[in-house]
């Protein structure tokens, strides 16, 4: 079936509003087009610091040309003031004939209440055109909106028989530099990375964004500790911890000690949680307390343990699993997922939506995580 024109210009929308990708949170990526009798005269994109949103940059390039046209926008036009005002007045205002929309806003401020107020004023909506597709693009604000949480993304790099590292821990580099890369690019699009305390430990990691690519606000990085594991002072987070936005997660029990409070004072970040049943930071809290600090999505990179308890409480919104095509082996060799793990095949954590994509002579295979 050939894609009709609203989708054709939908899918330039939802291309424009990916321009924003590392410009917008914890905002959403939206795009708009404004189209005058099939010529496109207007065009926008949502990014920092510009508090403008992606209709108005559209319809200030349009001009007097938005008069009887079509905006496309792929989230629904905001009705409430802002740090602008309503979007929905601006196109009225514009002469606007027709809305063609991708989403409803899941904000609460809106959630519909944009669509009712451009067909109370007379404008022709059109929603749900490539629904599918807008749904994806802002998988992470709607996290946010729905359930008060970041958007938790799992990525490990494994071997076929899934493990992380061989019998004596050696665990760099296990996938080739094109999946090494696609894993850069993933880090470019997340608020934060999550590791345990024992990848520091063994690998002393930067974990930064090496794209080169502008972001608005550095890619923060999120240790997950116990009462005893501390962060190394002269290892690279801590010693970064005053550029990089370093959070230490840890639990109430640790106290005021001396190291906690030297981590502090290199520019370490502490958060404090209640403990878990194994001593470990209660996730539920870890996570509420990263997004009130602005942390609207978490790329989880391992490692086996921290892994193990996002998926055993079923944190876990996306999976990304980078393959090599090599067998470890061993029966002591560390597995990706830790944890407890499923007790039966009726408990384990199934993906839909999978994807598979070669990365180089590696495979990338993405899925999300269905609710159970
Ligand atoms: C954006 N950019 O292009 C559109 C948005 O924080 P404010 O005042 O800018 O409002 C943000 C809300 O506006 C956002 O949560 C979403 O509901 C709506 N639409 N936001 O940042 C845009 N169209
Ligand atoms: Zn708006």
């Not at 349009?62 to 005002?85: D, F, I, K, M, Q």
């Not at 794209?211 to 962060?231: D, E, I, K, M, N």
């Not at 307390?289 to 978490?298: N, T």
Request: proline share 5%; charged share 20%.
């Amino acid at each position: 079936m050939m894609p009709s024109q609203h989708d054709i210009l939908m899918r330039e929308t939802l291309r424009l509003a990916e321009q924003g990708y590392g410009r917008v949170s914890p905002r959403p990526l939206v795009g708009s087009l404004v189209v005058q009798q099939g010529v496109i005269v207007g065009r926008g994109f949502y990014h920092e610091p510009e508090p403008a949103h992606a209709e108005v940059w559209a319809l200030r390039e349009a001009g007097a040309r938005a008069r009887g046209a079509t905006l496309y926008v792929n989230l629904e036009p905001c009705s409430h003031h802002g740090r602008t005002p309503p979007c929905t007045e601006a196109i009225i205002a514009a002469g606007i004939h027709r809305v063609v929309a991708s989403i409803r806003d899941p904000n609460p401020q809106v959630n519909g209440r944009g669509f009712e107020q451009l067909r109370a004023a007379g404008i022709e909506v059109l929603t749900d055109v490539l629904a599918v597709e807008g749904v994806k693009l802002n998988e992470v604000f709607i996290v946010n909106q729905l359930e008060h949480r970041p958007f938790v993304h799992l990525k490990l790099a494994v071997s076929l028989d899934g493990k992380i590292a061989t019998c004596t821990g050696q665990s760099q580099w296990l996938t080739g530099a094109a999946a090494r890369l696609a894993g850069q690019n993933l880090r470019h699009r997340y608020d934060a990375i999550a590791v345990g305390m024992g990848t520091v430990l063994a690998d002393d990691p930067q974990l930064t964004d090496r794209t080169g690519q502008y972001r608005h606000r550095p890619l923060a990085r999120v240790v997950f500790g116990s009462a005893r594991a501390r962060l190394p002072l002269t290892g690279r987070l801590a010693q970064t911890a005053r550029q990089i936005p370093t959070w230490l997660v840890t639990v109430n029990s640790a106290g005021n000690t001396a190291d906690l409070a030297e981590l502090e004072e290199l520019g370490v970040r502490l958060l404090r949680v209640e403990a878990d049943a194994q001593g470990r930071p209660h996730l539920d809290q870890s996570l509420a307390g990263l997004f009130s600090e602005g942390i609207a999505s978490l790329l989880v990179e391992g490692g086996s343990a921290l892994a193990g308890t996002f998926v055993d409480h079923r944190l876990v919104d996306k999976v990304t699993w980078f393959i090599a095509p090599r067998i470890i082996g061993g029966a002591t060799s560390l597995s990706a997922i830790g944890g407890c793990g499923a007790a039966t095949l009726n408990d384990t954590l199934d993906l839909a939506e999978v994807t598979a994509e070669p990365a180089g002579s590696d495979w990338a295979l993405t899925g999300y995580a269905g609710q159970t």
